[in-house]
């Protein structure tokens, strides 16, 4: 087998290992389990540059030039598909938070609207939405209940659960309804939500047109083979080639990400 031939093996299956499913969010442990994946996130990038790595030392040892530079630009583009992955999954987690918090809200209104207790609303919810277990267990224990919100509203996309504690907390002392509290907390949720579909739409547009650039070469490379050229002996054999590959890879994962940024902070700014 040629050193080329080894090298894109090595390469497909750095690309392989990389693509690991990220856990969600939304569904992951308990709400301190979410400082604690954040304190060990570095495990899978450690992961990454062990494998990128492996198939680096691999093509130093082919003694080939042309394949160590394959192997690199394809490891880093790995990992920069990777880091988008991961930057929509988290969104997407995020977007299942927010759904899940409005859908707790009128639960725990309607219940409360029926004439059961808190305990009995936090039960009812808890089986629900998991996580909420964690607040059940501190209204049954008597501990501080409000602060178990607060620690669940650190989650990606809870922050409205803040304020829930906040109606918790106000009414607990004033004696207050804490069904009325809950329903109008609901109610801002879900204005907030619809801001954020609108917000959503309005950025479909760019973020499929980007997509639609970036995917724009790969298809020029294959009306280009299919026409009988060789264009990818230029981008893998040669070294002017390989710098075209590397550049515009680079200009197409910044670009892709540059504009889930803006998405992200025009998204931010709507809730």
Do not use: K, Y
């Not at 988008?84 to 859908?103: E, F, G, I």
């Not at 509203?153 to 918790?168: F, S, Y």
């Amino acid at each position: 087998m040629s050193p080329a031939a080894v090298a894109a093996l090595a390469a497909a299956a750095a690309v392989v290992l990389l693509h690991r499913p990220a856990p969600d969010a939304a569904l992951a442990g308990p709400p301190g389990a979410a400082v604690r994946r954040g304190l060990g996130a570095r495990a899978p990038r450690r992961t990454d540059t062990l494998v990128l790595g492996a198939a680096v030392a691999g093509a130093v040892v082919l003694l080939d030039g042309t394949v160590l530079v394959v192997t690199l630009v394809v490891g880093a583009a790995a990992l920069g598909g990777r880091a988008l992955l991961r930057r929509r999954r988290a969104a997407a987690a995020a977007a299942a938070n927010r759904d899940r918090v409005l859908a707790l809200c009128d639960l725990v209104a309607a219940e409360l609207r029926a004439g059961r207790p808190p305990s009995s609303a936090l039960t009812t919810a808890a089986r629900e939405w998991p996580q909420v277990d964690a607040v059940r267990r501190a209204d049954a224990l008597g501990a501080d209940v409000v602060t178990a919100w607060r620690q669940l509203a650190d989650q990606p996309g809870a922050g409205d659960l803040r304020l829930v504690a906040a109606a918790w907390q106000v009414t607990r002392r004033t004696g207050a309804g804490l069904a009325e509290a809950l329903t109008r907390v609901a109610g801002l949720a879900r204005a907030t939500q619809a801001t954020r579909r609108v917000v959503a739409s309005e950025l479909a547009s760019a973020r499929a047109t980007a997509r639609l650039m970036a995917g724009l070469p790969v298809v020029a490379l294959l009306m280009g083979g299919a026409t009988g050229g060789n264009p990818w002996h230029f981008l893998l054999a040669t070294p002017l080639g390989l710098a075209c590959l590397a550049g515009g890879l680079a200009c197409g994962f910044a670009g892709l990400w540059w504009i889930e940024a803006i998405a992200d902070d025009v998204t931010r700014s709507a809730g």
